[in-house]
């Protein structure tokens, strides 16, 4: 990145030694497993019969038939072609029924499907890609969403952005689009475009912004007043995660979204929501998910009309403290990737709390 901001913005490298969220609980219905494609690569995710989760590279190591086509009794899956079975958590093979036993001198136990750790969160099935350099280092838990006291209701929404999971992400850390993206009689106009001053600090692996006031430009944020000053902390947290936590008295919200990559040039958006305001209403969660889904959907749209320019040249510039967060989250990237490549710790490319100033 050049001193004017000019950035020439790489296909992105998708990190290693992270947890992804590869699809939601939901779509896994009865004992079946489902695939799904993540950085990259086809997989089978599912639940074994005591309903711990499992990911298996959609891929026979026999003579690569989709593992997918097989058939699986809750323990192991079964290779459509030849039968070769794998334990689903695993991926250690169990029995090829061609050898002869007594005569054969395969050692079955020495193949292995590739299988992923995976774990069930917040109602997703997470799935680990570790760093190939690293594969014996620890797995760290999977990534929980905060939740604070009493009954709580929560939503899931997703979206398909037709971007890498750069833009995806620097598109959700962006402060100065909402004025022009999210413009809506409930949210914001363009009218209402101020002044905007926020502390950021550095968090292991990411930034936050330290808990404020949230901004009184916003409908939302009025109607939670009654319950006392709400206090807002965003974070955002490498390989993909943004946290929002807003607290007012007892009463809380939490949210994340995440960016997923897909392939090297899609994404996904998972946008996660729990809180205990209003939870005795019937129709607030139907009334959340409506709004939440609008804008998922603006996003959506402006992603895929970018991703039409960003087709003729990948010519992009950073500028000021609007654009910082993107400049932040490059920065925290590469940070990230030369500790891989180093073994030493990472650098933060934050040292200390930095004031930023913008409108929005
Ligand atoms: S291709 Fe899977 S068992 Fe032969
Ligand atoms: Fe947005």
Known sequence: MSDNGTHESAVPAALRGCWYPAMRSAGLRGRGPATVELLGEMLVVGR????????????CPH?????????????????????????????QCRDIPSLVPGESKVKVERIHAAAFPADEADGYMWVYFADPERSGDPVPPVPKLWRGEGRARTVHLWCDLACDVDQGIIGLMDPAHGPFVHQSWWWRKRSSIQLKEKVFEPIPAGFRIRPHAPSANSAPYKLLKVYGQPVTTIEFVLPNMRFERIEAGKYWFSSRATVTPITSDRSRIDFVASWNIFSWLPFVPWIFRKFAATFLRQDQQTMEKQAVGLARSRRQMLIDDADRPARWYFQLKEAYLEAQRTGQPMKHPIAEPVTLRWRS
């Open 48 to 59: 074994d019969g005591q309903r711990r989760a499992f990911a298996l590279r959609d891929f």
């Open 63 to 91: 003579r690569g038939m989709p593992l997918s086509a097989g058939h699986f009794d809750g323990e192991a899956v079964e290779c459509s072609y030849h039968g070769w079975r794998f334990d689903c958590r695993s991926g």
